[in-house]
Protein backbone atom coordinates (compact mmCIF):
# COMPACT_ATOMS: atom_id res chain seq x y z
CA UNK A 1 0.00 0.00 0.00
CA UNK A 2 1.11 3.06 -1.02
CA UNK A 3 2.06 5.92 2.02
CA UNK A 4 1.37 9.66 1.97
CA UNK A 5 5.42 9.91 1.89
CA UNK A 6 5.34 8.35 -1.69
CA UNK A 7 2.36 9.95 -3.01
CA UNK A 8 4.15 12.82 -2.10
CA UNK A 9 7.08 11.91 -3.91
CA UNK A 10 5.02 10.84 -6.92
CA UNK A 11 3.20 14.15 -7.09
CA UNK A 12 6.72 16.06 -6.81
CA UNK A 13 8.93 14.09 -9.63
CA UNK A 14 5.86 13.29 -11.78
CA UNK A 15 5.56 16.80 -13.22
CA UNK A 16 9.19 16.83 -14.01
CA UNK A 17 8.81 13.90 -16.38
CA UNK A 18 6.50 16.37 -18.27
CA UNK A 19 8.88 18.80 -18.43
CA UNK A 20 11.51 16.37 -20.16
CA UNK A 21 9.42 15.44 -22.97
CA UNK A 22 9.46 17.60 -26.00
CA UNK A 23 9.40 21.52 -26.00
CA UNK A 24 6.74 23.25 -28.38
CA UNK A 25 9.11 25.51 -29.60
CA UNK A 26 9.03 26.98 -33.03
CA UNK A 27 10.70 25.87 -35.83
CA UNK A 28 14.11 26.90 -36.71
CA UNK A 29 15.35 27.86 -40.29
CA UNK A 30 19.01 28.56 -41.33
CA UNK A 31 20.01 31.88 -41.43
CA UNK A 32 23.32 32.95 -41.29
CA UNK A 33 27.04 31.60 -41.75
CA UNK A 34 30.76 32.95 -40.67
CA UNK A 35 33.55 32.02 -42.62
CA UNK A 36 36.94 32.77 -41.77
CA UNK A 37 39.15 33.43 -45.35
CA UNK A 38 42.77 34.23 -45.88
CA UNK A 39 41.92 36.83 -48.73
CA UNK A 40 38.32 38.41 -48.34
CA UNK A 41 38.72 40.36 -51.17
CA UNK A 42 38.80 37.17 -53.25
CA UNK A 43 36.58 35.37 -50.98
CA UNK A 44 34.15 38.09 -51.99
CA UNK A 45 34.27 37.96 -55.83
CA UNK A 46 34.59 34.38 -55.74
CA UNK A 47 30.94 33.89 -53.45
CA UNK A 48 29.52 36.69 -55.55
CA UNK A 49 30.67 35.35 -58.85
CA UNK A 50 29.91 31.90 -58.10
CA UNK A 51 27.19 31.66 -55.91
CA UNK A 52 25.21 34.86 -56.33
CA UNK A 53 25.80 36.71 -53.15
CA UNK A 54 25.84 40.14 -53.21
CA UNK A 55 27.62 42.12 -50.61
CA UNK A 56 25.88 44.22 -48.18
CA UNK A 57 28.39 45.85 -45.76
CA UNK A 58 31.79 45.43 -45.30
CA UNK A 59 33.68 46.53 -42.53
CA UNK A 60 37.21 46.88 -40.53
CA UNK A 61 36.32 46.33 -36.85
CA UNK A 62 38.76 48.31 -34.54
CA UNK A 63 40.55 45.35 -33.93
CA UNK A 64 43.66 45.65 -36.12
CA UNK A 65 43.63 42.75 -38.84
CA UNK A 66 40.41 42.13 -38.33
CA UNK A 67 37.87 42.71 -41.39
CA UNK A 68 34.37 41.43 -42.41
CA UNK A 69 31.99 41.41 -45.29
CA UNK A 70 28.30 40.35 -44.88
CA UNK A 71 27.02 38.83 -48.11
CA UNK A 72 23.12 37.82 -48.85
CA UNK A 73 21.65 35.51 -51.20
CA UNK A 74 17.67 35.92 -50.40
CA UNK A 75 17.26 34.66 -47.37
CA UNK A 76 21.00 33.17 -47.19
CA UNK A 77 23.77 35.53 -45.30
CA UNK A 78 27.51 34.65 -45.12
CA UNK A 79 29.61 36.55 -43.16
CA UNK A 80 33.43 36.66 -44.60
CA UNK A 81 35.92 37.05 -41.74
CA UNK A 82 39.43 37.44 -42.43
CA UNK A 83 41.51 38.01 -39.54
CA UNK A 84 45.27 38.51 -38.47
CA UNK A 85 46.81 34.93 -36.96
CA UNK A 86 44.19 32.36 -38.88
CA UNK A 87 45.95 29.43 -40.48
CA UNK A 88 45.19 27.89 -43.07
CA UNK A 89 43.61 24.36 -42.68
CA UNK A 90 46.29 22.76 -44.83
CA UNK A 91 48.79 24.01 -42.53
CA UNK A 92 47.12 22.66 -39.04
CA UNK A 93 46.34 19.32 -40.87
CA UNK A 94 50.63 19.09 -42.17
CA UNK A 95 52.17 15.67 -40.79
CA UNK A 96 48.64 13.88 -40.19
CA UNK A 97 47.13 11.16 -42.01
CA UNK A 98 45.66 11.79 -45.65
CA UNK A 99 42.35 11.64 -44.33
CA UNK A 100 42.41 13.33 -40.95
CA UNK A 101 39.97 16.25 -40.45
CA UNK A 102 39.59 18.80 -38.10
CA UNK A 103 36.85 19.12 -35.52
CA UNK A 104 34.05 21.75 -36.15
CA UNK A 105 32.23 22.85 -39.41
CA UNK A 106 32.81 20.60 -42.21
CA UNK A 107 30.61 22.06 -45.11
CA UNK A 108 27.00 23.73 -45.95
CA UNK A 109 24.42 23.34 -48.26
CA UNK A 110 22.46 25.40 -50.64
CA UNK A 111 19.70 24.01 -52.86
CA UNK A 112 19.66 25.03 -56.51
CA UNK A 113 17.73 24.66 -59.26
CA UNK A 114 18.88 22.84 -62.36
CA UNK A 115 22.39 21.53 -60.83
CA UNK A 116 23.68 20.06 -63.79
CA UNK A 117 23.31 23.76 -65.37
CA UNK A 118 25.54 25.60 -61.92
CA UNK A 119 27.79 22.69 -62.31
CA UNK A 120 28.52 23.75 -65.83
CA UNK A 121 28.79 27.50 -64.86
CA UNK A 122 31.27 26.70 -62.03
CA UNK A 123 33.63 24.40 -64.09
CA UNK A 124 33.70 27.50 -66.56
CA UNK A 125 34.70 29.58 -63.84
CA UNK A 126 37.29 27.19 -62.65
CA UNK A 127 35.51 26.68 -59.74
CA UNK A 128 36.86 23.30 -58.00
CA UNK A 129 34.61 20.65 -57.94
CA UNK A 130 34.96 17.54 -55.25
CA UNK A 131 34.26 14.86 -56.66
CA UNK A 132 31.07 13.89 -58.98
CA UNK A 133 27.66 14.57 -59.26
CA UNK A 134 26.04 11.67 -56.99
CA UNK A 135 22.73 10.57 -55.71
CA UNK A 136 21.92 11.91 -52.31
CA UNK A 137 19.89 8.57 -50.21
CA UNK A 138 18.56 11.04 -47.66
CA UNK A 139 17.56 14.10 -49.82
CA UNK A 140 16.88 11.90 -53.17
CA UNK A 141 18.48 14.69 -54.62
CA UNK A 142 21.39 14.76 -56.73
CA UNK A 143 24.37 16.67 -55.28
CA UNK A 144 27.61 18.01 -55.91
CA UNK A 145 30.67 19.45 -53.38
CA UNK A 146 32.46 22.93 -54.47
CA UNK A 147 35.70 24.69 -52.99
CA UNK A 148 35.82 28.13 -52.34
CA UNK A 149 39.07 29.66 -52.40
CA UNK A 150 40.25 28.92 -49.04
CA UNK A 151 38.95 24.75 -49.29
CA UNK A 152 35.73 25.14 -47.62
CA UNK A 153 33.35 23.06 -49.02
CA UNK A 154 29.55 24.09 -50.23
CA UNK A 155 27.43 21.53 -50.96
CA UNK A 156 24.56 21.80 -53.77
CA UNK A 157 21.52 19.93 -54.01
CA UNK A 158 19.48 19.94 -56.95
CA UNK A 159 17.37 17.86 -59.55
Known amino acids: MLRIQHLLVL ?26 VS ?41 LIQIRGSIPQSDALEGKPPKTKLEGFFKFGMKVRKLDKWVEKLKANGVNIYGDIVNDRVTKMRTVIILDPDGNRIQLFGK
Do not use: H
Open 39 to 79: DIDASRVWYCDNLGFKSMERAQAKIPGLYQDNLQNGKMAIE
Open 11 to 36: FTVLPYFGMAQKTNLPKTNAFFSAII
